[in-house]
Each structure stands twice: as C-alpha cells, then as structure tokens.
Nanobody, 127 residues
C-alpha cells in the first residue's frame, strides 16, 4: 500500500514563504507522476502544481506561476512545493497525490487521475 505524508504547512504572513514536502512509501516512487492540490473551505479541490516522473515536465495553475516551484527527489521518495510570495488566497489544505505514469513526461491535473493521496497539511496566510 502506498502512503503519502505531507509536512511543512503552517501560519505565515502575506509575502512569506513555506516549503511543503511529501514523502512516499514504497520502492516505486520513480514510476509515479506527482501533484499538489489544495482545497479551501467551500471550494472544490484544485490542482496547484504537477511534475512528471522524470521531473522534466511541470505544470502550474496560473495563480501560482512565478511564485511556487515543484520539485522531486527520486532517491528520497520526496516531492516538494516551494511557495514564495504567499497571498491570503493561498490559504487552504494542501494535498500531495501520486499516480502511476505510463509516460515519463506526463503530468496530471485532474484529481480523478490520481490513485494515492496524503492526509493534507494546512497552509494559512494572514493579511
């Protein structure tokens, strides 16, 4: 069974930074495309960023482009989300997710494509 555990959430002032990490159990991490999603109260879960299993393709939702960076370390079974210049509208529970990817450069933005999810970590940005 694949388990994902997020860490790094917290409370930060607007303009600040946080780094989220997600460690994945198992020995097949390099076969997974990974994604970060967020869900604010009363809103649908949205894709924030995604990275291919080879790390040479990435996706960002327009609202975070230039501020967030997704990366992965296949040797450590970890995917990270560096979040800079945070805004109050970034407040949400952030989830990492994994899906077995057929192609090395595929990224996935639809949450229904993902098979495995973490429990989420709260990010709160105060104004």
């Amino acid at each position: 069974q694949v388990q994902l555990v997020e860490s790094g959430g917290g409370l930060v002032q607007a303009g600040g930074s946080l780094r989220l990490s997600c460690i994945t159990s198992g020995r097949t991490f390099s076969s997974y495309a990974m994604g970060w999603f967020r869900q604010a109260p009363g809103k649908e879960r949205e894709s924030v960023a995604a990275i291919s299993r080879s790390a040479d393709s990435t996706y960002y939702v327009d609202s975070v482009k230039g501020r967030f960076t997704i990366s992965r370390d296949n040797a450590k079974n970890t995917v990270n989300l560096q979040m800079n210049s945070l805004k109050p509208e970034d407040t949400a529970v952030y989830y990492c997710a994994a899906v077995t990817a057929l192609y090395s450069r595929s990224t996935y933005v639809n949450p229904h494509d993902y098979a495995y999810w973490g429990q989420g970590t709260q990010v709160t940005v105060s104004s």
